[in-house]
């Protein structure tokens, strides 16, 4: 992806202070949502990652991992896998429990997903202190998946989610994010 693409869509994305808590500056991704050239644009980059790797699945993280997923899925043919909030699935589920600053929280996954061995990538909005992710890569291997990757359109380099997920990942796949605050 061109320097010019991505100053395209970092031009695109609305900075809102105090959301949703005081002292909390948001990265609204909805104007590039709604801009199709540009949405095509970001799901172009998360492609273009992945293009040398066989991918048979796409692991997308409630919610709006579920919009990059399933788009980046389409594109390359692969199946999505929803990774979602403990209680929104409607089948039986493994799940994982990860740290929040103030708690805890959990995620789930349908046990039949993944058939061990196949090629799994996460892909996610947001790359932030990499809890989440960590917890749905964990699945993932659980259920016998070989992760080949995680990418995100926006990371907050200053959260550090990144030296958790490459922690987790210990060279054994990338992690990546388009753009990085």
């Known amino acids: 992806m061109s320097p010019t693409e991505l100053d395209q869509l970092n031009a695109a994305i609305r900075d809102v202070p105090d959301f949703p ?3 909390v500056l948001f990265k609204d991704i909805t104007p590039v949502l709604a801009d199709s050239a540009l ?4 799901i172009d980059g ?20 579920f919009i990059f997923g399933a788009a980046v899925a389409d594109r390359i043919g692969a199946g999505l896998i929803p990774v979602r909030k403990k209680g929104k699935l409607p089948w039986k589920t493994h799940e994982m429990s990860y740290a929040l600053e103030y708690g805890e929280a959990t995620v789930e996954i349908h046990e039949d997903a993944i058939v061990a061995g196949e090629q799994i990538l996460l892909v996610d909005d947001l790359l932030a202190t990499g809890g989440t992710s960590a917890a749905a890569l964990e699945l993932v291997k659980r259920q016998g998946g ?3 990757g995680a990418a995100f359109f926006i990371e907050l380099g200053f959260l550090d989610g990144r030296k958790i997920l490459e922690a987790e990942a210990a060279g054994e796949f990338p992690v990546m994010a388009l753009l990085t605050y």
């Open 46 to 65: 998360l492609v273009e990652f992945i293009e040398s790797h066989r991918v048979d699945k796409i692991v997308g993280i409630d919610a709006r991992g």
């Open 146 to 148: 070989q992760i080949v």
């Open 39 to 42: 949405f095509r644009l970001a």
């Open 21 to 23: 808590k005081e002292g």
